[in-house]
């Protein structure tokens, strides 16, 4: 049995081992309220990253998977979502006749992206068309330690390496040469529940968001998860003992 | 193992008409006698045979809210993580369903490696069991394209464009399999029509594979045959229960890597959808692909190359000619025993070294580890001339580890309880 687990752990190990050497600095240790078993997300964390997505981010980045029905979840009411819809203004049509028009957004609306394609926003950002961030957390090495390290990791280059025009140096950006100037400054937002809105603080808050906009059935994953493997274990300790009675006579 | 006999008016009705109850009662039943002495490591058959309709069940339902085309098939399998009710759990379950289906048919093949299970009479079981494992890797790759994420993309170009290697036709069995001149909607309608199909052939081989299993029955740690009735067991309820706990510590192991590692398996860059005009840093395949990737890349013609990744799984299917050592058991084996673990350990560096890039160490070491690969074969052949079995136990129920076994039997010893 020993050596049972014993296999299992090194296949598992395998696994694992696909990672490859990070080619960005190593990534500073942060500990996620959505991290480990029990794990939930804090509401006013990713509120508070949601403002710094809206107000900072969303001048370039999409967020094209996320409806605004869906930051129901992060205990916004339906009043607050439809009022957030509105703001925004979508072309629809045809009508009946035949024209397009222009309407108000409602919660089944997903968040409009800021440019019309990926050539206009490579146009805009010197080349570089800026990521849509629905599945940001989940689709880079490091997931929200990721985005948290990158959006604080910004500093002067070292002297032997030369920047070509309009990039930036960032630690933790593989090659280090990053097209996105540094996006946060200390004060970029001015957040409602009074918290001091340094660039760790909106860097840590937003990496949250975002990691609830790729992973919005975390917390219902997680509790399900519990009940599961309690079940699974108290089951297969009643078919562990089933065995033992069985095979009692043969020994 | 009687004859099946039932009291029950609706069985013998039914049983008279179609007797589908012996034949159940001969399958799995109590008319099934089984070596009594069968450790843990053979509850991996079964267990494949779980994972493999655990994957039907829920890509059947996933097939139901997938999109098969270039520009909606990854944002259709977004909804399902977002919009289809426990979407997100299917999906989950299959993709990481298809990893421990790789895990459990690997430890069940090194069972089989182990104990000799592919020698006289079981060639034939041997050989349907390496078909099964070249669909489930046609089949796998062809899912992991599904998605159409970056990684779904680059690998379908890098696997298919191996086809390329084939001498005067290589270009025209591209197109041909591409269904263009680029990996595109083609393709991918051909993969999702073939991901579809193919678990279906996989049951039927499995079929096939069961049948052939049923005509001697299981091989046994100690490799010999039953030499009469004290050796056997019926396989219910003894081993049906044994089964059944084997699936309680799989699904136990399932629901934690589901649960709270679901993407441990995966990489990160296949949740950005698939984009021709950028290639990855690292084009990896998915983790059970890449001790053959590793032997792929580390020949230097990529013809020989290809026909070395092919040749490494296809070696398996005449394995049973290679090894000519007329003993079953690596247990009497004690030099096979040793070449066993450093085969096992080879497959692993070469799984570490396909997750690589090639150069430098990687290169040299994945040369030397591809090498010994094939060695191990050319070893497995003359070993059988040159070892000198221990002596086997006169019969199974005998209680061989008292005697002669008790140094092979050591490491196994305590796997015999429980």
């Known amino acids: 049995m020993k050596r049972l687990l014993t ?94 028009y222009e309407r108000p957004g409602t919660p089944a609306d997903y968040f409009p992206s800021p440019f019309p394609n990926a050539k206009a926003a490579a146009a805009s950002n010197n080349g570089a068309a800026p990521p849509d961030l629905s599945l940001i957390a989940k689709a880079r090495k490091g997931g929200p330690s990721y985005v948290r390290a990158l959006l604080t990791g910004y ?49 840590t808050d937003v990496a949250a968001f975002l990691m609830w906009t790729a992973e919005p059935n975390l917390e219902e994953r997680k509790a399900m998860g519990i009940k599961v493997l309690i079940f699974l274990l108290v089951f297969t300790g009643v078919l562990y003992a089933a065995k033992r009675k069985i095979w009692a006579d043969l020994h | 193992m009687s004859e099946f006999k039932s009291n029950n008016a609706v069985i013998k009705w039914i049983e008279y008409r179609m007797p589908i109850f012996s034949f159940l009662d001969h399958a799995i039943g109590r008319g099934y006698p089984t070596p009594r002495n069968l450790n843990y490591w053979w509850n991996f058959g079964s267990l494949a045979g779980v994972a493999l309709v655990i994957m039907i069940a829920t890509g059947i339902v996933l097939a139901m809210q997938y999109t098969a085309h270039v520009d909606l098939a990854f944002d259709s399998v977004e909804r399902i993580m977002r919009d289809v009710n426990y979407g997100w759990l299917l999906r989950y379950i299959h993709t990481n369903g298809g990893s421990f289906f790789f895990i459990v048919v690997y430890v069940h093949i090194f069972r089989g490696l182990y104990y000799g299970s592919y020698k006289e009479p079981r060639e034939l079981l041997w050989i349907l069991g ?9 089949t796998a790759f062809m899912g992991y394209v599904l998605p159409w994420g970056q990684m779904s993309f680059w690998a379908a170009t890098v696997i298919t464009n191996l086809f390329s290697a084939v001498p005067v036709f290589g270009n025209e069995i591209v197109t041909w399999l591409w269904g263009g001149f680029s990996v595109d909607n083609p393709t991918l309608n051909r993969f999702f029509a073939l991901h579809y199909l193919l678990p279906f052939i996989i049951v039927g081989v499995v079929v096939l594979h069961i049948w052939a299993l049923h005509r001697f029955g299981s091989n046994n740690p100690v490799g010999i045959d039953a030499k009469g009735p004290q050796d056997k067991i019926p396989f219910h309820p003894y081993y049906t229960i044994k089964d059944a706990f084997g699936f309680g510590v799989f699904f136990v192991a399932f629901a ?58 296809c070696v398996l299917f005449v394995l049973p000619w290679i090894d000519r050592s007329p003993v079953r058991s690596a247990r ?40 010994y690969y094939f060695l191990h074969f050319v070893i497995m052949f003359f070993l059988s001339y040159v070892e000198r079995p221990r002596p086997l136990p006169s019969s199974i129920s005998e209680p061989v580890l008292k005697g002669g076994g008790a140094t092979a039997g050591a490491a196994a010893k305590p796997m015999e309880k429980a």
């Open chain 2, 130 to 138: 390496v078909a099964i494992l070249l669909l489930m890797m046609a």
């Open chain 1, 155 to 203: 500093e002067d280059p070292p002297a032997d390496v030369k920047l070509p025009e309009g990039a930036s140096y960032n630690r933790y950006f593989p090659g280090h040469q990053i097209a996105m100037p540094p996006p946060l400054s200390a004060d970029a937002v001015d957040y409602a529940d009074g918290t001091p809105a340094t660039v760790e603080q909106m860097a």
């Open chain 1, 7 to 100: 296999a299992a752990v090194a296949v598992l190990a395998l696994g694992s081992g696909t990672a490859e050497a990070a080619e960005g600095a190593a990534l500073p240790d942060h500990s996620w309220s959505f991290e480990g078993i029990f794990g939930t997300f804090e509401r006013h964390e990713v509120q508070r990253g949601f403002q710094v997505y809206r107000e900072v981010c969303s001048a370039c980045h999409g967020l094209r998977l996320v409806a605004f029905r869906d930051l129901e979840a992060l205990g916004y009411d339906e009043d607050a979502l439809k009022a957030l819809a509105a703001e925004y203004t979508f072309r629809d049509g045809p009508d009946d006749q035949g024209e397009m």
């Open chain 2, 256 to 313: 934690a890597v589901v649960f709270y590692a679901p993407n441990m398996f995966g990489e990160p860059d296949n949740y950005i959808p698939a984009d021709r005009l950028s290639t990855p840093a690292h084009i990896v395949p998915e983790w059970y692909f890449l001790p053959y990737y590793a032997i792929l890349r580390a020949v230097p013609d990529k013809l020989l190359g290809v026909i070395a990744m092919f040749g490494s799984v």
């Open chain 2, 332 to 371: 009497f084996r004690p030099i096979y025993k040793q070449f066993f673990w450093i085969f096992l350990a080879d497959c692993i560096v070469l799984g570490y070294i396909g997750a690589n890039p090639p150069e430098g160490m990687f290169l040299i070491v994945g040369r030397i580890a591809t090498a």
